[in-house]
């Protein structure tokens, strides 16, 4: 099993800066891609950003040139940086694991509100 906790989220306006944080622990190895989802209200849960151990990122269209995703390795760490934040952006955040052949997980997510 491998447990995600996030951090991070919070209040900004529009225009603004928040990086998100998500710390693995637990039966870390093997995991193959780390990445952030979002959930607004009413709204499907959907891809913002993923990142595999080899470093190659993917970016949902709506946040390209604005998000950046990173991980260290070695801390079992992913973060996401977002900067030029807009309203639409406020949803609920929420970390992904992939272990490879293993399973999927999930953290508890946190909240982002941008306000205009």
């Known amino acids: 099993q491998v447990q995600l906790v996030e951090s991070g989220g919070g209040l900004v306006q529009a225009g603004g800066s928040l990086r998100l944080s998500c710390a693995a622990s637990?039966?870390?190895?093997?995991?193959?891609?780390m990445g952030w989802y979002r959930q607004a209200p009413g709204k499907q849960r959907e891809l913002v950003a993923q990142i595999t151990s080899g470093g190659s990122t993917s970016y949902a269209d709506s946040v390209k040139g604005r998000f950046t995703i990173s991980r260290d390795n070695a801390k079992n760490t992913a973060h996401l940086q977002m900067n030029s934040l807009k309203p639409e952006d406020t949803a609920v955040y929420y970390c992904n694991a992939i272990q490879t052949f293993v399973g999927n997980y999930w953290g508890q997510g946190t909240q982002v509100t941008v306000s205009a």
């Open positions: 637990g039966s870390i190895f093997r995991i193959n891609v």
